[in-house]
Protein backbone atom coordinates (compact mmCIF):
# COMPACT_ATOMS: atom_id res chain seq x y z
CA UNK A 1 0.00 0.00 0.00
CA UNK A 2 2.97 2.61 0.78
CA UNK A 3 4.44 1.58 -2.59
CA UNK A 4 1.56 2.91 -4.28
CA UNK A 5 1.35 5.85 -2.30
CA UNK A 6 4.60 6.41 -3.22
CA UNK A 7 3.76 6.43 -6.59
CA UNK A 8 0.97 8.16 -6.29
CA UNK A 9 2.90 11.19 -5.22
CA UNK A 10 6.04 10.88 -7.82
CA UNK A 11 3.13 10.73 -10.39
CA UNK A 12 1.41 13.93 -9.03
CA UNK A 13 5.18 15.58 -9.24
CA UNK A 14 5.44 14.69 -12.45
CA UNK A 15 1.75 15.74 -13.24
CA UNK A 16 3.02 18.94 -11.99
CA UNK A 17 6.26 19.48 -13.90
CA UNK A 18 4.44 18.86 -17.08
CA UNK A 19 1.40 21.04 -16.00
CA UNK A 20 2.95 24.20 -15.09
CA UNK A 21 5.09 26.57 -17.39
CA UNK A 22 9.24 27.92 -16.51
CA UNK A 23 10.05 28.03 -13.58
CA UNK A 24 7.17 27.16 -11.64
CA UNK A 25 8.30 23.55 -12.66
CA UNK A 26 11.61 24.02 -10.22
CA UNK A 27 10.02 23.79 -6.82
CA UNK A 28 7.95 20.51 -7.82
CA UNK A 29 11.17 19.18 -8.80
CA UNK A 30 13.68 20.34 -5.84
CA UNK A 31 10.69 19.08 -3.79
CA UNK A 32 11.19 15.40 -5.79
CA UNK A 33 15.12 15.23 -5.20
CA UNK A 34 15.44 16.55 -1.70
CA UNK A 35 12.26 14.62 0.44
CA UNK A 36 12.57 11.16 -1.32
CA UNK A 37 15.39 9.38 -1.33
CA UNK A 38 17.20 7.58 -4.23
CA UNK A 39 16.87 4.15 -2.14
CA UNK A 40 12.76 4.43 -2.89
CA UNK A 41 13.00 2.53 -6.45
CA UNK A 42 9.21 3.28 -7.77
CA UNK A 43 10.04 1.03 -11.32
CA UNK A 44 12.07 -2.49 -10.54
CA UNK A 45 13.52 -2.69 -14.53
CA UNK A 46 15.24 -0.46 -15.49
CA UNK A 47 16.10 0.21 -11.76
CA UNK A 48 14.30 4.05 -11.28
CA UNK A 49 14.32 5.73 -7.77
CA UNK A 50 11.97 8.37 -6.90
CA UNK A 51 14.09 11.19 -7.97
CA UNK A 52 15.49 9.75 -10.84
CA UNK A 53 11.72 9.91 -12.10
CA UNK A 54 11.27 13.54 -10.81
CA UNK A 55 14.74 14.18 -13.30
CA UNK A 56 13.15 12.04 -16.42
CA UNK A 57 10.17 14.37 -16.02
CA UNK A 58 11.58 17.15 -15.91
CA UNK A 59 13.69 16.10 -19.15
CA UNK A 60 11.15 14.89 -20.83
CA UNK A 61 9.36 18.63 -20.40
CA UNK A 62 12.29 20.25 -21.25
CA UNK A 63 12.39 18.65 -24.55
CA UNK A 64 8.41 18.71 -25.24
CA UNK A 65 7.60 22.66 -23.73
CA UNK A 66 11.00 24.51 -24.06
CA UNK A 67 11.27 24.77 -27.78
CA UNK A 68 14.33 27.07 -27.10
CA UNK A 69 16.14 24.21 -25.35
CA UNK A 70 18.68 23.67 -27.59
CA UNK A 71 19.32 27.05 -28.44
CA UNK A 72 19.73 27.42 -24.68
CA UNK A 73 22.02 24.79 -24.60
CA UNK A 74 24.49 26.46 -27.74
CA UNK A 75 25.38 28.90 -25.45
CA UNK A 76 25.49 27.31 -21.94
CA UNK A 77 28.32 28.17 -20.84
CA UNK A 78 30.53 24.55 -19.76
CA UNK A 79 28.63 22.51 -23.24
CA UNK A 80 32.11 21.79 -24.12
CA UNK A 81 32.90 20.18 -20.73
CA UNK A 82 29.42 18.60 -20.18
CA UNK A 83 29.66 16.76 -23.99
CA UNK A 84 33.33 15.71 -22.87
CA UNK A 85 31.75 14.40 -19.39
CA UNK A 86 29.10 12.28 -21.34
CA UNK A 87 31.87 10.68 -23.93
CA UNK A 88 34.20 9.43 -21.44
CA UNK A 89 31.10 8.22 -18.62
CA UNK A 90 30.31 6.46 -21.95
CA UNK A 91 33.94 5.01 -22.81
CA UNK A 92 34.12 4.07 -19.63
CA UNK A 93 30.74 2.15 -19.55
CA UNK A 94 31.70 0.36 -23.31
CA UNK A 95 34.91 -1.03 -21.92
CA UNK A 96 33.45 -2.43 -18.46
CA UNK A 97 32.97 -6.17 -19.44
CA UNK A 98 31.24 -6.82 -15.90
CA UNK A 99 28.14 -5.68 -18.14
CA UNK A 100 25.56 -7.01 -19.98
CA UNK A 101 25.48 -4.73 -23.60
CA UNK A 102 22.40 -2.53 -22.66
CA UNK A 103 23.87 -1.60 -19.19
CA UNK A 104 27.22 -0.59 -20.78
CA UNK A 105 24.78 2.33 -22.05
CA UNK A 106 22.39 3.24 -19.55
CA UNK A 107 24.33 2.98 -16.55
CA UNK A 108 26.84 5.48 -17.84
CA UNK A 109 23.65 7.73 -18.99
CA UNK A 110 21.93 7.75 -15.41
CA UNK A 111 25.18 8.19 -14.05
CA UNK A 112 25.30 11.36 -16.13
CA UNK A 113 21.97 12.45 -16.19
CA UNK A 114 21.95 12.31 -11.87
CA UNK A 115 25.46 13.92 -11.65
CA UNK A 116 26.15 16.45 -14.38
CA UNK A 117 23.51 17.07 -16.91
CA UNK A 118 20.82 18.43 -14.51
CA UNK A 119 22.98 21.38 -13.82
CA UNK A 120 22.01 22.30 -18.05
CA UNK A 121 18.38 21.37 -16.58
CA UNK A 122 18.14 24.06 -13.91
CA UNK A 123 19.71 26.28 -16.41
CA UNK A 124 17.31 26.41 -18.93
CA UNK A 125 14.46 27.82 -16.47
CA UNK A 126 15.80 30.81 -15.33
CA UNK A 127 15.33 33.71 -17.46
CA UNK A 128 15.06 36.48 -14.76
CA UNK A 129 16.33 37.32 -11.18
CA UNK A 130 12.90 37.17 -10.02
CA UNK A 131 12.83 33.90 -11.14
CA UNK A 132 16.24 32.83 -9.13
CA UNK A 133 15.09 34.74 -6.16
CA UNK A 134 11.68 32.80 -6.31
CA UNK A 135 13.45 29.40 -6.59
CA UNK A 136 15.93 29.90 -4.15
CA UNK A 137 13.26 31.09 -1.29
CA UNK A 138 11.42 27.49 -1.38
CA UNK A 139 14.64 26.53 -1.18
CA UNK A 140 14.83 27.96 1.94
CA UNK A 141 11.38 27.01 3.19
CA UNK A 142 11.94 23.26 1.87
CA UNK A 143 14.88 22.99 4.21
CA UNK A 144 13.20 25.08 7.19
CA UNK A 145 10.58 22.05 7.50
CA UNK A 146 13.76 19.61 6.95
CA UNK A 147 15.24 21.54 9.90
CA UNK A 148 12.52 21.01 12.15
CA UNK A 149 12.20 17.30 11.44
CA UNK A 150 15.63 17.44 12.19
CA UNK A 151 15.69 18.43 15.66
CA UNK A 152 12.91 16.24 16.25
CA UNK A 153 15.18 13.28 15.29
CA UNK A 154 17.43 14.69 18.22
CA UNK A 155 14.59 15.04 20.85
CA UNK A 156 12.91 11.55 19.61
CA UNK A 157 16.48 10.13 19.54
CA UNK A 158 14.57 7.99 15.51
CA UNK A 159 14.36 9.20 12.27
CA UNK A 160 11.06 7.49 11.68
CA UNK A 161 10.94 8.83 8.00
CA UNK A 162 13.69 6.49 7.19
CA UNK A 163 12.31 3.82 9.19
CA UNK A 164 9.25 3.71 7.38
CA UNK A 165 11.38 3.76 4.08
CA UNK A 166 13.27 0.62 5.09
CA UNK A 167 10.30 -1.48 5.87
CA UNK A 168 8.49 -0.02 2.60
CA UNK A 169 11.30 -1.12 0.09
CA UNK A 170 13.51 -3.19 2.56
CA UNK A 171 16.55 -1.41 2.36
CA UNK A 172 18.89 -0.82 4.64
CA UNK A 173 17.60 2.33 7.49
CA UNK A 174 20.71 4.08 7.15
CA UNK A 175 19.03 6.87 8.58
CA UNK A 176 18.64 5.61 11.94
CA UNK A 177 21.92 3.19 11.86
CA UNK A 178 23.55 6.34 14.28
CA UNK A 179 20.78 7.08 16.09
CA UNK A 180 20.73 4.49 18.63
CA UNK A 181 20.84 6.31 21.98
CA UNK A 182 23.45 3.97 23.20
CA UNK A 183 26.05 5.31 20.78
CA UNK A 184 28.18 8.57 21.40
CA UNK A 185 28.52 9.64 18.31
CA UNK A 186 24.39 10.41 17.45
CA UNK A 187 23.17 11.48 14.30
CA UNK A 188 20.48 13.09 12.34
CA UNK A 189 19.42 13.01 9.12
CA UNK A 190 15.85 14.69 8.43
CA UNK A 191 14.02 13.44 5.57
CA UNK A 192 16.93 11.99 3.92
CA UNK A 193 18.64 8.35 4.81
CA UNK A 194 22.13 9.41 5.19
CA UNK A 195 23.05 12.11 8.22
CA UNK A 196 26.82 13.05 6.04
CA UNK A 197 24.61 13.66 3.09
CA UNK A 198 22.06 15.74 4.92
CA UNK A 199 25.16 17.90 6.58
CA UNK A 200 25.94 18.59 3.65
CA UNK A 201 22.78 19.81 2.03
CA UNK A 202 22.65 21.77 5.20
CA UNK A 203 26.03 23.61 4.85
CA UNK A 204 24.90 24.25 0.85
CA UNK A 205 21.64 25.90 2.35
CA UNK A 206 23.29 28.12 5.12
CA UNK A 207 25.65 29.28 1.96
CA UNK A 208 22.37 30.17 0.26
CA UNK A 209 20.98 32.03 3.12
CA UNK A 210 24.27 33.69 3.65
CA UNK A 211 23.89 34.65 0.04
CA UNK A 212 20.39 35.73 -0.29
CA UNK A 213 20.47 38.00 3.23
CA UNK A 214 23.68 39.91 1.89
CA UNK A 215 23.15 40.42 -2.22
CA UNK A 216 19.49 39.83 -2.69
CA UNK A 217 16.56 40.09 -0.25
CA UNK A 218 18.09 41.54 2.02
CA UNK A 219 14.96 43.28 4.43
CA UNK A 220 11.92 41.08 2.90
CA UNK A 221 12.27 37.90 4.44
CA UNK A 222 15.28 38.88 6.74
CA UNK A 223 13.56 37.37 9.95
CA UNK A 224 12.59 34.37 8.08
CA UNK A 225 16.37 34.12 6.64
CA UNK A 226 17.62 34.13 10.05
CA UNK A 227 15.60 31.91 12.12
CA UNK A 228 16.07 29.10 9.62
CA UNK A 229 19.63 30.12 9.63
CA UNK A 230 19.96 29.43 13.36
CA UNK A 231 17.56 25.63 13.13
CA UNK A 232 20.08 24.96 9.80
CA UNK A 233 23.18 25.33 12.41
CA UNK A 234 21.96 23.62 14.88
CA UNK A 235 21.18 20.82 12.65
CA UNK A 236 24.59 21.11 11.21
CA UNK A 237 25.83 20.59 14.68
CA UNK A 238 23.70 17.63 15.46
CA UNK A 239 24.43 15.80 11.93
CA UNK A 240 27.68 15.00 14.43
CA UNK A 241 30.10 15.19 10.91
CA UNK A 242 33.16 16.71 10.87
CA UNK A 243 33.31 17.08 6.83
CA UNK A 244 30.11 19.24 6.34
CA UNK A 245 31.08 21.34 9.30
CA UNK A 246 34.98 21.92 7.57
CA UNK A 247 33.28 22.49 3.82
CA UNK A 248 30.43 25.24 5.80
CA UNK A 249 33.67 27.19 7.19
CA UNK A 250 35.57 27.29 3.92
CA UNK A 251 32.53 27.72 1.80
CA UNK A 252 31.32 30.78 3.81
CA UNK A 253 34.43 31.98 5.02
CA UNK A 254 35.76 32.23 1.22
CA UNK A 255 32.50 33.79 0.41
CA UNK A 256 32.31 36.31 3.19
CA UNK A 257 36.17 37.11 2.92
CA UNK A 258 35.22 38.46 -0.60
CA UNK A 259 31.65 38.90 -1.00
CA UNK A 260 30.45 40.86 2.49
CA UNK A 261 31.19 44.42 3.70
CA UNK A 262 33.35 44.39 7.27
CA UNK A 263 29.99 45.70 9.27
CA UNK A 264 28.19 42.89 8.30
CA UNK A 265 31.00 40.15 8.71
CA UNK A 266 31.60 41.73 11.98
CA UNK A 267 27.52 40.92 12.65
CA UNK A 268 27.73 37.65 11.44
CA UNK A 269 31.51 36.37 13.56
CA UNK A 270 29.46 37.73 16.65
CA UNK A 271 26.19 35.93 16.02
CA UNK A 272 27.60 32.90 15.24
CA UNK A 273 29.82 33.60 18.28
CA UNK A 274 26.36 33.37 20.69
CA UNK A 275 24.73 30.73 18.83
CA UNK A 276 27.76 28.24 19.39
CA UNK A 277 28.53 29.31 23.18
CA UNK A 278 24.45 28.53 23.86
CA UNK A 279 25.45 25.48 21.94
CA UNK A 280 28.16 24.24 24.01
CA UNK A 281 26.66 25.07 27.20
CA UNK A 282 22.95 23.59 26.38
CA UNK A 283 24.15 20.35 24.22
CA UNK A 284 27.78 19.72 25.05
CA UNK A 285 28.18 16.55 23.69
CA UNK A 286 26.78 17.46 20.44
CA UNK A 287 29.10 20.24 20.36
CA UNK A 288 32.11 18.07 20.73
CA UNK A 289 31.89 17.63 16.66
CA UNK A 290 33.80 20.77 16.66
CA UNK A 291 36.56 19.52 18.54
CA UNK A 292 36.83 16.62 16.33
CA UNK A 293 36.55 18.42 13.28
CA UNK A 294 40.24 19.92 14.21
CA UNK A 295 41.35 16.28 15.07
CA UNK A 296 40.84 15.57 11.74
CA UNK A 297 43.85 17.18 10.88
CA UNK A 298 45.74 15.00 13.52
CA UNK A 299 46.32 11.67 14.61
CA UNK A 300 43.81 12.22 17.65
CA UNK A 301 40.45 10.58 15.90
CA UNK A 302 42.47 7.44 15.12
CA UNK A 303 43.43 6.99 18.56
CA UNK A 304 39.94 7.71 19.57
CA UNK A 305 38.35 5.32 17.86
CA UNK A 306 35.47 6.98 17.24
CA UNK A 307 34.72 6.36 14.12
CA UNK A 308 36.39 9.27 12.45
CA UNK A 309 39.19 9.50 10.30
CA UNK A 310 42.47 11.16 9.83
CA UNK A 311 44.63 12.28 7.17
CA UNK A 312 46.71 9.49 8.08
CA UNK A 313 43.69 7.16 7.59
CA UNK A 314 42.89 9.02 3.98
CA UNK A 315 47.32 7.91 3.11
CA UNK A 316 46.33 4.53 3.69
CA UNK A 317 43.26 4.29 1.70
CA UNK A 318 44.82 6.33 -1.18
CA UNK A 319 47.81 3.69 -1.62
CA UNK A 320 44.71 0.88 -1.22
CA UNK A 321 43.06 2.96 -4.33
CA UNK A 322 46.12 3.29 -6.22
CA UNK A 323 46.82 -0.24 -6.21
CA UNK A 324 43.21 -0.86 -7.97
CA UNK A 325 44.33 1.94 -10.60
CA UNK A 326 47.26 0.10 -11.56
CA UNK A 327 45.78 -2.68 -12.44
CA UNK A 328 43.06 -0.39 -14.84
CA UNK A 329 45.06 2.62 -15.11
CA UNK A 330 42.89 3.80 -18.60
CA UNK A 331 39.27 2.63 -18.18
CA UNK A 332 38.63 2.34 -14.35
CA UNK A 333 37.17 -0.97 -13.16
CA UNK A 334 33.71 0.48 -14.45
CA UNK A 335 30.78 2.62 -12.57
CA UNK A 336 29.67 0.56 -9.12
CA UNK A 337 32.74 -1.35 -9.24
CA UNK A 338 33.28 -0.47 -5.50
CA UNK A 339 29.50 -1.25 -4.42
CA UNK A 340 29.56 -4.70 -6.88
CA UNK A 341 32.49 -6.02 -6.38
CA UNK A 342 34.87 -4.67 -3.92
CA UNK A 343 32.45 -5.24 -1.00
CA UNK A 344 31.95 -8.96 -1.56
CA UNK A 345 33.28 -11.42 1.14
CA UNK A 346 36.52 -11.98 -0.27
CA UNK A 347 37.32 -8.56 -0.47
CA UNK A 348 35.90 -7.27 2.74
CA UNK A 349 38.47 -7.41 5.67
CA UNK A 350 40.74 -5.90 3.44
CA UNK A 351 38.48 -2.93 2.46
CA UNK A 352 37.73 -2.27 6.18
CA UNK A 353 41.71 -2.46 7.55
CA UNK A 354 42.79 -0.27 3.90
CA UNK A 355 39.74 1.59 2.16
CA UNK A 356 37.19 1.51 4.98
CA UNK A 357 34.49 2.44 3.13
CA UNK A 358 35.89 4.39 0.47
CA UNK A 359 35.56 7.66 1.70
CA UNK A 360 36.74 9.93 -0.68
CA UNK A 361 35.24 11.07 -4.35
CA UNK A 362 39.35 10.73 -5.64
CA UNK A 363 38.77 7.07 -4.58
CA UNK A 364 36.03 6.28 -6.77
CA UNK A 365 37.66 8.30 -9.49
CA UNK A 366 40.85 6.06 -9.12
CA UNK A 367 39.39 2.88 -9.03
CA UNK A 368 36.15 3.37 -11.24
CA UNK A 369 36.74 5.92 -13.89
CA UNK A 370 40.71 5.33 -14.53
CA UNK A 371 42.51 8.18 -15.67
CA UNK A 372 39.84 8.98 -18.64
CA UNK A 373 37.23 10.40 -15.40
CA UNK A 374 39.65 11.96 -14.06
CA UNK A 375 40.72 13.66 -16.97
CA UNK A 376 37.04 14.95 -17.81
CA UNK A 377 36.50 15.27 -14.60
CA UNK A 378 39.19 18.02 -13.96
CA UNK A 379 38.12 19.39 -17.16
CA UNK A 380 34.22 19.61 -16.12
CA UNK A 381 35.39 21.39 -12.85
CA UNK A 382 38.43 23.67 -14.22
CA UNK A 383 35.80 24.75 -16.94
CA UNK A 384 33.25 26.01 -14.28
CA UNK A 385 35.33 27.69 -12.14
CA UNK A 386 37.15 29.29 -14.63
CA UNK A 387 34.39 30.73 -16.56
CA UNK A 388 33.09 32.09 -13.53
CA UNK A 389 36.63 33.53 -12.03
CA UNK A 390 37.12 35.58 -15.77
CA UNK A 391 33.88 37.40 -15.11
CA UNK A 392 34.57 38.74 -12.10
CA UNK A 393 37.11 42.08 -13.26
CA UNK A 394 33.97 43.09 -15.31
CA UNK A 395 31.04 42.10 -13.23
CA UNK A 396 28.24 44.36 -11.70
CA UNK A 397 28.64 44.20 -8.59
CA UNK A 398 25.49 41.66 -7.94
CA UNK A 399 27.34 39.72 -10.93
CA UNK A 400 30.14 39.63 -8.62
CA UNK A 401 28.05 38.50 -5.49
CA UNK A 402 26.81 35.48 -7.76
CA UNK A 403 30.43 34.56 -9.10
CA UNK A 404 31.93 34.58 -5.45
CA UNK A 405 28.76 32.44 -4.31
CA UNK A 406 29.60 29.94 -7.16
CA UNK A 407 33.13 29.83 -6.07
CA UNK A 408 32.70 29.23 -3.06
CA UNK A 409 29.74 26.97 -3.11
CA UNK A 410 32.18 24.76 -5.72
CA UNK A 411 35.21 24.82 -2.99
CA UNK A 412 32.75 23.67 -0.43
CA UNK A 413 31.23 21.37 -2.72
CA UNK A 414 35.33 20.01 -3.57
CA UNK A 415 36.65 19.78 -0.59
CA UNK A 416 33.37 17.96 0.49
CA UNK A 417 33.72 15.01 -2.00
CA UNK A 418 37.62 14.24 -1.75
CA UNK A 419 37.53 14.69 2.14
CA UNK A 420 34.05 12.11 2.21
CA UNK A 421 33.07 10.72 -0.84
CA UNK A 422 30.07 12.12 -3.35
CA UNK A 423 26.91 10.47 -1.57
CA UNK A 424 24.27 11.56 -4.11
CA UNK A 425 25.39 15.55 -3.11
CA UNK A 426 26.12 15.96 -7.43
CA UNK A 427 22.40 16.32 -7.85
CA UNK A 428 21.57 18.76 -5.45
CA UNK A 429 24.64 21.07 -5.85
CA UNK A 430 24.91 21.11 -9.89
CA UNK A 431 20.74 21.71 -9.59
CA UNK A 432 21.53 24.98 -7.54
CA UNK A 433 24.83 26.13 -9.99
CA UNK A 434 22.84 25.60 -12.88
CA UNK A 435 20.25 28.45 -11.73
CA UNK A 436 23.88 30.16 -10.76
CA UNK A 437 25.34 30.29 -14.07
CA UNK A 438 21.93 31.50 -15.34
CA UNK A 439 22.19 34.18 -12.93
CA UNK A 440 25.70 35.48 -14.02
CA UNK A 441 24.92 35.49 -17.52
CA UNK A 442 21.74 37.61 -16.72
CA UNK A 443 24.32 40.14 -15.03
CA UNK A 444 26.07 39.82 -18.09
CA UNK A 445 23.97 40.58 -20.30
CA UNK A 446 22.73 43.58 -18.12
CA UNK A 447 26.15 44.97 -17.97
CA UNK A 448 26.51 44.83 -21.57
CA UNK A 449 23.16 46.90 -22.27
CA UNK A 450 24.25 49.12 -19.41
CA UNK A 451 27.34 50.08 -21.29
CA UNK A 452 25.84 50.10 -24.81
CA UNK A 453 23.47 52.95 -23.01
CA UNK A 454 26.16 55.02 -21.75
CA UNK A 455 28.09 54.76 -24.96
CA UNK A 456 24.88 56.16 -27.11
CA UNK A 457 24.82 59.05 -24.33
CA UNK A 458 26.18 62.08 -26.46
CA UNK A 459 28.86 64.06 -24.63
CA UNK A 460 28.36 67.61 -23.77
Known sequence: MAKILFLLIASGLCYQ??????????????FGILFFPGSMQLIPTPATSFPRLIIYALIAATVVQEKAWFAEFKKFPVKIALIIMAIALLIIGIADDRLEPYLRVYRPFIYFVDSFFVIFLTYVYIKTEKDLVYVFNIIIVFFFVMALYGISNYLTRTVEYSAFISDTYGVVDSGNLNTSSGRDRFRISSFTVNPIYYGFLVTLVMMLIVFMFNSIDKLKHKVFYGITFVLLLINLILVNSRTPLISFVFGAGLYGLFAIK??????IIIGCTVILAAGYT???KSF???DKAIAIFTQESDKN???????????????????????SPVYGHGLKYIDEKLMEKDVKKMARSELKGFES?????????GSIGIIANAIFFISCCLWMALRYKYATPLGKQYIMFGLALYAAFLLFIFATGALGTFLFCMSVMGMIFKAIEL???RNTRIGVIVQQVPSR
Not at 18 to 29: A, D, M, Q, S, T
Open 305 to 327: QDGGSSIEMRQTQLRASLRFFDK
Open 17 to 30: IFRLKGVKKLPWFF
Open 361 to 369: YSFALLIEE
Open 443 to 445: EDS
Open 262 to 267: FKHKFL
Open 288 to 290: KII
Open 282 to 284: LLP
